[in-house]
């Protein structure tokens, strides 16, 4: 299992690059952390409609405590740059249950810690929405 960067990590990393541009280079190097999508996942049904990119992104579900259901995220995308979004959200989520995943509001850190949404393209914050709709979408209906 790949150990994505902690939420203080990201932060402290994003804080200590000069610019957008080092911060681009950033998120393209975080997509680099992904792990291999698997070629069965690679369906309709993971597939984020309405990317800009062929972005798909999986959750998978084991019980490792007793009634509390651990999440597995899969991610893909034919973009570097999106890539990278994925390798910061999956950041944010790891660790949690399934409930909290269901409940988890990343937004704010997205937006206000982070400002992806300032320096994103328009296209690129809506994938970030539409790929954050999926994730809860699928925690909420594996519940």
């Not at 979004?85 to 399934?98: A, D, K, V």
Request: hydrophobic share 40%; net charge positive; proline share 3%.
């Amino acid at each position: 299992m790949t150990k994505f960067p902690t939420k203080n990590q990201l932060l402290k990393n994003f804080l200590s690059c000069i610019n957008w541009e080092e911060k681009y280079i950033y998120i393209i190097d975080l997509g680099k952390l992904l792990p291999a999508f698997p070629e069965n996942m690679r369906t309709q049904k993971y597939l984020i409609s309405g990317c800009q990119s062929q972005t798909w992104i999986a959750l998978t579900t084991s019980t490792i405590v007793p009634h509390e259901k651990s999440i597995q995220l899969y991610g893909y995308s034919d973009s570097s740059i999106v890539k990278g979004i994925i390798t910061i959200i999956f950041s944010l989520y790891q660790g949690l249950s399934l409930q909290e995943t269901a409940n988890f509001d990343i937004k704010p850190f997205l937006i206000n810690q982070l400002q992806l949404k300032q320096n994103l393209s328009m296209s690129r914050s809506q994938g970030i929405h539409l790929i954050l709709d999926s994730i809860r979408s699928q925690a909420e209906s594996s519940l």
